[in-house]
C-alpha cells in the first residue's frame, strides 16, 4: 500500500557521508538545516519511507531520527499533519547588531517621464483569460526548448495584425519573436558588425541607449538632421560609410512629427540604390488622435526594411514582448545572433499573447487606450493654454508624449525647479545627439506614465513650474 505521505514533504538534500552511524549521521544533518535556516520551520518533512527510500537506509533508522528530534524540540509531529520542523527562536549573539534601515531614497511625487504607457490599466483580467486558454491549448512542445525565432502561434496571428493594422507585410517566416526593441537592435547590430557595415546612421534627436547599443556593436552612429517634415533621408547619400539608417517613422521620438512622404520616399530610393538597410522603429505607431493612421515604411519595400514592434507601450514593458519582421535575406543571419533556441521570452506569454490578438482583446485594448490617452492629451493642451499660453505645444497628434517648447535658455532651470516640486520630467537636450546642429529648448511630457490618480497633481506640478 502506497504511504498517503509519499508525495507530500520538502525533498532534501542531506549529505551523510562520513558519519559515525547513519541514524546519527541523519539526525546530525537534520539539526543543522533545521540551525541553518536551509529547512525553514513549518516545512513539512518526507515520510520516514519516503525519506528512507530516498536515502537509500532503513525506515526504522529514519523513524528513530524523527523520533528523538521531536523529543528534542527540533521537530514536531502531529498526527494528520506531518513531521514538520518545529518553530525556534535563536538566542542573539551581543556582539550581533540589526544593521540600521536605511531610509528608502526619495522619489518624485509625480512623473511626466516619456516613454511608458499608464500600467495601472494593464488589463489584467483578460491577460488572465488569454492565458488560462493558451494553457490549456498549449502542444507539449511549447514546453521545450523552442525555435528560435519565436512560437510559430505568435508569429501567424501577429502577421495577419501587422498587415491589417499597420500595412506590414509580414510572412510568418519572417518574423523574430524577441524581448523588446532593445533585444532586436541588439541581434541586428551582431549582424551589421558581421556583414562590415562600418555606420548607422541614427536622428538627431532619439533614445541615447540605443545609439550606445550600436556603438558597443562597434558601429559608429552619425546623425541625420531632423526639422518639421521629420529626418532629412535625402542626406543619407552624403553619409558614405552608413551602410543603415535608424529611423522613428511613424511618429519621431522625441519631436513626434511623422516622416514626410517624400522622405520616406527618399530612404527607400537610398537603401535600394546603395544596398543599405532601413531599421524601422515604429513607435507610438499604434496610438493616433487626430490624424489618419501612419502606415509603416516596411511596406514600400520590404527587402529593404526591418520592421520593430513590442508591446511596450500598448500592454506594459515589463512583459518583455516584441519582434522584427525582417528581410528574407537576412533571416538566416538574425536567427544565427539570437542563437540555436528561444532563450528571450517565455513561450507560455507568446501564446498568451498570441490568444489574446486573436481573440479581438488587443484590439479593443489599443481602442481603449487611445480614448484614454487622447482625453488626458486634451486635459494637458487646455491646462497648458490656460495657465501657459505663451508656449507652444507640438508632436500631439499622437503617441504618448508631448512637446513643450520654451523660451531660450531655461530648460535646465525648468528641469531644476521641477525636481523642487516633486515632478520627474525631462528636457528636450537630454535626447540631443552630440553632432546635432539644432539646439531645441524644450519639455518632453509624458502623459501616459502617471495612474489616474496621480494625473490632476501631476498637471498642476507642471504647471506651477512653467516659465
Known sequence: MTDPWATFGADLHLDLTGSAGLRAGLMDALREAARTGRLAPGTRLPSSRTLAADLGIARNTVADAYAELVAEGWLTARQGSGTRVAQRSAPRSSATRTPRARPPRSSPAYSLMPGSPDVATFPRAEWLKAARRALTRAPHDAFGYGDPRGR???????????????????????????????????????????RRVREVAVESYGLEPHNSLLNDAGLRTPCLPLDGLGSRTGELYGARGAGAVLLTPAHQFPTGVPLHPDRRAAAVDWARSTGGLILEDDYDGEFRYDRQPVGA???????????????????????????????????????????WSDWSSSALDQLT?????????????????????????????????????????????AGLHAVLELPPGSEAEV?????????????????????????REALVIGYGTPPDSAWAGALDALCRILP
Open 152 to 194: 510559430i502561434e505568435l508569429r501567424t496571428v501577429l502577421a495577419g495584425y501587422l498587415a491589417r493594422a499597420r500595412g506590414v507585410y509580414a510572412d510568418p517566416e519572417r518574423i523574430m519573436v524577441c524581448a523588446g526593441f532593445v533585444h532586436g537592435l541588439r541581434m541586428l547590430g551582431t549582424v551589421l558588425r558581421e
Open 297 to 339: 515604411l516596411q511596406g514600400l519595400d520590404p527587402e529593404r526594411v526591418v520592421y520593430l514592434g513590442t508591446t511596450s507601450k500598448s500592454l506594459a514593458p515589463g512583459l518583455r514582448l516584441g519582434w522584427m519582421v525582417v528581410p528574407e535575406s537576412l533571416m538566416g543571419e538574425v536567427t544565427a545572433a539570437k542563437g
Open 353 to 397: 499573447l498570441a490568444e489574446f490578438i486573436a481573440s479581438g482583446a488587443y484590439d479593443r485594448h489599443v481602442r481603449s487606450m487611445r480614448l484614454r490617452y487622447r482625453h488626458r492629451r486634451d486635459q494637458l493642451v487646455a491646462a497648458l493654454a490656460e495657465r501657459a499660453p505663451a508656449l507652444r505645444v507640438s508632436g500631439i497628434a
Open 415 to 439: 528641469v531644476r525647479a521641477a525636481a523642487w516640486q516633486g515632478l520627474a520630467v525631462q528636457g528636450l537636450s537630454f535626447f540631443r545627439h552630440p553632432d546635432a546642429e539644432v539646439r
